[in-house]
T-cell receptor
């Protein structure tokens, strides 16, 4: 079946550290992946996306890495700040390409 | 602010009732998606509309229905509500399809008592 999961439900880091959030996906035919950040009481907020013809994509303080061989996706956040504290979800398009399948999320806690 | 709006923000109702949730997509977006987020199930795709037509269905119950109007706003109708329907309901929109960035609204928190 289709599923997207995360390796760790929680991650605690110190302010200024780099954070790495991991995600494993099961559908080898998926060709679009996306990371969202969800703060308490708010809707998911787009962070960065990547298509399967790329291995790496960088944004502002964030980098997404895609390893299609092992079906693994990661989000790297540089110089993590308290404002980065949230739940992070990875998602992939479903087999039909008509919807996003979300993982269960990793809660990132940043202490100062 | 994603540009996607949802009303109401909160809704409290009783079992057996019917409610309607409303969503306005970002300007220029033709696709609208509905998702349900509960503590034990995470974010679950319910249904997608594209330019007024239903395009894809996910884990949507028969008691739930949706539509997209000519002005592209969408409504999600939930009927015969049960306690287990209590959840956050999100609307998202994209320009065309699901292989593009979907921008989410702030959600409607539904509590069924």
């Amino acid at each position: 079946g289709e599923s997207v999961g995360l390796h760790l439900p929680t991650l605690s880091v110190q302010e200024g550290d780099n954070s790495i959030i991991n995600c494993a996906y099961s559908n080898s035919a998926s060709d679009y992946f996306i990371w969202y950040k969800q703060e308490s009481g708010k809707g998911p907020q787009f962070i960065i996306d990547i298509r399967s013809n790329m291995d790496k994509r960088q944004g502002q303080r964030v980098t997404v890495l895609l390893n299609k061989t092992v079906k693994h996706l990661s989000l790297q956040i540089a110089a993590t700040q308290p404002g980065d504290s949230a739940v992070y979800f990875c998602a992939e398009n479903n087999q039909a390409g008509t919807a996003l399948i979300f993982g269960k999320g990793t809660t990132l806690s940043v202490s100062s | 602010d994603s540009g996607v709006t949802q009303t109401p923000k909160h809704l409290i109702t009783a079992t057996g009732q019917r409610v309607t949730l409303r969503c306005s997509p970002r300007s220029g977006d033709l696709s609208v998606y509905w998702y349900q987020q509960s503590l034990d199930q995470g974010l679950q795709f319910l249904i997608q509309y594209y330019n007024g037509e239903e395009r894809a269905k996910g884990n949507i119950l028969e008691r739930f229905s949706a539509q997209q109007f000519p002005d592209l706003h969408s409504e999600l109708n939930l009927s015969s509500l049960e306690l287990g329907d209590s959840a956050l309901y999100f609307c998202a929109s994209s320009v065309r399809g699901a292989k593009e960035t979907q921008y989410f609204g702030p959600g409607t928190r539904l509590l069924v008592l």
